[in-house]
T-cell receptor, first 110, second 113 residues
Framework: KQEVTQIPAALSVPEGENLVLNCSFT??????LQWFRQDPGKGLTSLLLIQSSQREQTSGRLNASLDKSSGRSTLYIAASQPGDSATYLC?????????FGTGTRLTIIP | NAGVTQTPKFQVLKTGQSMTLQCAQDMNHNSMYWYRQDPGMGLRLIYYSASEGTTDKGEVPNGYNVSRLNKREFSLRLESAAPSQTSVYFC????????????FGNGTRLTVT
């Protein structure tokens, strides 16, 4: 059974810093990996989707990488802003559909 | 463009009562999903519909039923609510399973007393 882990559970960084969020998964037989953000009391917003054949995807200040062989993905956020404060979740899609991690709660300190 | 719309936003039920959570998407997506989100457990898939006319069980289907009413609408029914079903429920849709990003609604917060 696929298991997705995100460490740390919470992270605080000063505004302007670059940061990396980590995601690991146990079964490398995946179709894709997705990163989402969730604001309090809201649904999830898709940030990036990396197909299993890809190594990375970029959108603005966000860059996500995928290493299927090691079961790892990272989400890099450049020049962090207070508006980036949210919970970030990764999810891998395979035969069991999407399996989510429990997220990293990110706080950007002005 | 509304995206994925869920109703109601909040609901309180007594044990044994029934209710239906409604979900509609206006993006012409083929696949739709129901998840529940519980503290410390992440999101877990209840049921999904890969395309109109099909439904399949996810990780935690017990106590729930679904109906894919048409391409736009996918409802989740609790026939006899239990306190263990207290959760936040999210509906999501994607163009196709396996290769498209998911779009989520804002959730229904359900409390069963």
């Amino acid at each position: 059974k696929q298991e997705v882990t995100q460490i740390p559970a919470a992270l605080s960084v000063p505004e302007g810093e670059n940061l990396v969020l980590n995601c690991s998964f146990t079964d490398s037989a995946i179709y894709n990996l997705q990163w989402f953000r969730q604001d309090p009391g809201k649904g999830l917003t898709s940030l990036l989707l990396i197909q299993s054949s890809q190594r990375e995807q970029t959108s603005g200040r966000l860059n996500a990488s995928l290493d299927k062989s090691s079961g790892r993905s990272t989400l890099y956020i450049a020049a962090s802003q207070p508006g980036d404060s949210a919970t970030y979740l990764c999810a891998v899609e395979g035969n069991e559909k999407l399996t989510f991690g429990t997220g990293t709660r990110l706080t950007i300190i002005p | 463009n509304a995206g994925v719309t869920q109703t109601p936003k909040f609901q309180v039920l007594k044990t044994g009562q029934s209710m239906t959570l409604q979900c509609a998407q206006d993006m012409n997506h083929n696949s739709m999903y129901w998840y529940r989100q519980d503290p410390g457990m992440g999101l877990r898939l209840i049921y999904y519909s890969a395309s109109e006319g099909t439904t399949d069980k996810g990780e935690v289907p017990n106590g729930y039923n679904v109906s894919r009413l048409n391409k736009r609408e996918f409802s989740l029914r609790l026939e006899s609510a239990a306190p263990s079903q207290t959760s936040v429920y999210f509906c999501a849709s994607s163009e196709w399973t396996g290769r498209s990003p998911l779009h989520f609604g804002n959730g229904t917060r359900l409390t069963v007393t």
